[in-house]
Structure formats: C-alpha cells, structure tokens
C-alpha cells in the first residue's frame, strides 16, 4: 500500500519527460472536433512519410474503416497476422520491447485492458527515446465535456483527459473540415453503423452542434499555442506577454443569476479582442444545484467563446489571485464590494489587495437606473 500510494502521477511524468526530452522525442497529435474528420487518416499519412525517410515507423492502435490493408498499407502494424484487424488495441510492454523510433496510438482517451487510458503509457514510450503520433477526440478533453454535456444529455462515455495533459504535448493539429463536407463524407462513406450515425446526427452531428465544437476545437488550438508561448516566456524570464491580445478574467461566485453578467464580461472581452475566462473558486463540496449551476455556466461561457476554470481552494482569495498571475492576466472583473472600506472577510476587497500590475475592473451592485 505504501508502495502504491508513493506512485508519481502518470500526467506529471508526461510532463517531465516532455520538458526533458523535446529535442530529442516529440508528442504529436493530431485533434479532431467530431467523428469521421480524419484523425486517424492524418495519422497514418505522417507515419508512412516518415517510413518513406526511413524513419523506423510501428502502428500500435488503431480504428480504421472500409479496406484495413490499404489503410495501413506499407506499415508495419505490431502484432498483425497476414490479415490486418480493422482495429487493435495497445499492448504497451510489446511497443517497449519492440522499441521503434516513432509509434502511432490512436485515441489517447481510449481504455484499453489494463483499465488506463493510453495517454498515461505516452511517458514510458516517450521516456525510452520514442516519438508518439496520436489522435484525440474534443469531447476527450475534461473542460469540453462538461461544457457540452447539457446540451448532449451528459458526458460522453469513455474516459476523459485533464486540460493539464494538454501542455506535455508538443505539437497539436487540428483536423479542419466544415460540418457540410464532414457530414457528406459521413453519409458516402462507411465511418459510422447506419443506426449510430442516425443517433448520431440527432445529438452531436448536429449542424449547429458541429459548428459549435468545430469553435472550441479552434480555441484549444490557440490556448494551446498561448501556453506554450507563456511557458518559454517563463522559461527565457521574461515577465511581460509578448502578443498584444489582452487576457481578461472575470471572477463570479457560486450563485445564480450571473448570466448577464458574464455575456457582459464577454462582451467586453471581444471589444478589446482579448482572451476571456470565467474563473469560479469553491472551497467546499458542491451541492447538486451547484454543479447543475456550474454546467450551465461552463456552457455558457463556451459558447461565447471563453474558459470556463474550476478552482479549488481553501480560500477564494488567494486561489483567484494565484490564477491571474500564473495566466498572465491583464485585466480582471470582479463584483461589488459589500462594504464601503476593506475589512476581511470581503473576497473583493482581498483580491485587490493582493493584486499588482493588473488592471481591476469592480462591478456596479446594481444596474444604473435611467435618469
């Protein structure tokens, strides 16, 4: 037991050899905002460019529709009998002791036998000197689950990956293609069972659905590119962002009624053309009408093209503070204090406090009555 519990986390592993290996091992990965865009296909395209160099190049896992053999045509595909599988799962130990140069893993949310989504095996490969090309999933991500999940009747099934894997990853490419042609190409080709893509194109195949996702998918991209540039910024030592986009934060409590204000907020942000994030701190349990709440919210603020962020901590202050510093925030919107000087206790007034070099905006208690 002591053993077990003394296990470092696989996602802070991930990162670790990221950082120590980057130039010599790479993550890449390949995103793709609904089913059919062509991730997988993206995938095995760049591992036979890398065979054609002479890359040593092994298929792990895979889903792949229509002909197996001329989907995986001049790989090499661990494990396979004369006739390929149109699916394999991954056999971590048989990829280490087969050591290739670059190894493809299709769908790093996917749990194989072992009961761990393969995203926690990317250390160990990525620890023995080897390059990993995957795919994922938007709706695999944490934050975008639990955005969508109202509006598809829950989160998907599966396991799902914490935002935070996303920043040991080195290269992430989303696979394009707008909802029209995606779901021409879905209708021509076999990717989806006739009866899953009829329930299908009543949930998340939506046009309006896709249209949606196929926004989010564009801003992981970018916040993804931002992280990047704020943790070589850090890295190099430097102190001020160097794009001129501003990144604007607004800190709401765990209550309803704030919808308006964050469309307001949001506004605002698109005004300045600048990052918006929505930031709520809990420092106990939430109820049931909390997290439906807080669903809602995270909705909401996807929608209007911002992050939703669920903090935890033990107290509200500090933990809202310590964000805004570490995502190099340049303004921050907050409610109205409820008294007229600072005395403790008063989560406004204490953020201020502990604040520098960040502009503070300090929401009205009440809207301005005409005249």
Known sequence: MKQRSERPDPMQVLKQISAETRRRVLLRVYLGYARGVGTTTAMLDEARRRHGRGTDVV?????????????????????????????????????????????????????????????EHVARLMAAGITVLATLHLLSIKSVADAYAPMLGGRPTGALIDDDALIAIDELELMDITPDDLLQRLREQKVLHPAVLAVALQRELRT??????????????????????????????????????????????????????????????????????????????????????????????????????????????????????????????LGHRRWNRWMPGDTTSEVIRRLTGVDVHILRSEAAQPG
């Open 208 to 333: 309006t659905m896709l249209q949606a996702l196929r926004e989010s998918a564009f801003r992981v991209i970018a916040d993804h590119a931002d992280r990047q540039l704020i943790g070589f910024m850090r890295e190099s030592g430097v102190q001020v962002p160097w794009d001129v986009r501003g990144r604007i934060v607004l800190g709401i409590p765990v209550e309803r009624g704030l919808e308006d204000r964050i469309r307001r907020a949001a506004a605002y942000a698109q005004l300045q053309d600048a990052k918006f994030s929505v930031v709520w701190v809990r420092t106990k349990s939430l109820t049931d009408e909390q997290r439906e709440l807080e669903g809602a919210y995270a909705a909401l603020v996807h929608q209007l093209g911002g992050e939703f962020v669920h903090l935890h901590g033990s107290s509200v202050a500090p933990t809202l503070v310590d964000y805004v510093h570490e995502s190099l925030a340049t303004e921050v919107i």
């Open 59 to 119: 298929a792990a896992s895979y889903v792949v529709h229509g002909d197996a053999d001329n989907a995986l045509r001049e790989l090499e595909v661990l494990g396979a009998t004369r006739n390929r599988e149109p699916q394999q799962h991954l056999d971590i130990d048989a990829v280490l002791a087969r050591n290739p140069e670059v190894v493809c893993i299709d769908d790093l949310a996917e749990v194989d036998g072992d009961g761990k989504p393969r995203i």
